[in-house]
């Protein structure tokens, strides 16, 4: 996996960018109030492609992580379903984007530059725990746009908070502000809190629907575990050690 970097790259962005679009046009054709729901799961991706094809520093976390949130996503799918060729399609190609992706050549051109590792002053243990929580925060952003955007019978007030703190920390996780662990955190938290007042399910039509309960603990879940890295290290400043 150490060579091919370029090709690799521009086919994982390809991959996002069909995503992107496909979202994108679900979100005018999708069954009535789901609309906003594929449109932000559009948005999602199209953060993934810009950042991947522009070289952001994060850009490769966050496209590992939209890969592994897809792959989640098809296995659950399957584990319900069956091995619907749709499914298999969907989960493959998001595995690829994130083996497309692995590696120390391919960070070169990302997360392993010197000039960004120097601008926001990281040392490898500080770049490996940012990488972790990017990761852990792209594998969470889909469920909690399907869980806050998903239509329901039930108030949304909190699953919009959710949103919007998830949405806000990670804008400013990959701008290195330290807030924006705070805000990922209050995010898990409002998840959690909202739970209590969220229907089961997201009627699709035709009988199908989407379960909100489990889409908002697996968004718990993982929005905790993209603030875990940075806690210790939160609490010792805290306490000054």
């Known amino acids: 996996m150490g060579k091919l970097t370029g090709e690799r ?12 679009s496909i979202f994108f046009l679900m979100s005018f054709l999708a069954p009535d109030g789901w609309g906003a ?17 522009a070289g952001y520093f994060w850009g490769r976390w966050f496209a590992i ?3 592994i949130s897809g792959l989640i996503s098809a296995l659950m799918s399957i584990w319900q379903m069956g091995p619907e060729p749709m499914l298999l399609i969907y ?5 690829a984007i994130s083996l497309m992706l692995w590696g120390g050549k ?45 239509p329901r019978e039930s108030a949304m007030g909190g699953a919009l908070l959710a949103l919007g703190l998830a949405g806000v920390g990670a804008w400013a996780l990959m701008r290195m502000r330290t807030w924006g662990i705070l805000a990922i955190a209050g995010a898990a938290v409002a ?7 969220t229907a089961q399910f997201a009627p699709m039509g ?13 968004a718990t879940v993982l929005l905790a575990a993209a603030a875990a890295p940075f806690l210790a290290p939160a609490a010792r400043f805290v306490r000054g050690k």
């Open 9 to 20: 790259r521009a086919l994982a962005a390809a991959v996002i960018g069909f995503y992107m």
């Open 37 to 53: 729901a594929f449109g932000g799961l559009s948005g999602v991706y199209a953060a993934a492609f810009v950042g991947l094809v």
């Open 65 to 67: 992580g939209m890969g």
């Open 91 to 95: 989960g493959g190609s998001h595995a």
């Open 106 to 150: 391919m960070a070169e051109g990302f997360d392993g530059r010197a000039e960004w590792r120097e601008r926001f002053h990281l040392d490898e243990h500080a770049t490996n725990r940012l990488g972790k929580s990017v990761i852990r925060v792209g594998v969470s952003l889909p469920y909690i746009v399907l869980y806050a955007l998903a």
């Open 191 to 197: 998840t959690a809190v909202s739970l209590a007042d």
């Open 206 to 218: 035709g009988g199908v629907g989407l379960d909100l309960v489990a889409l908002g603990l697996g």
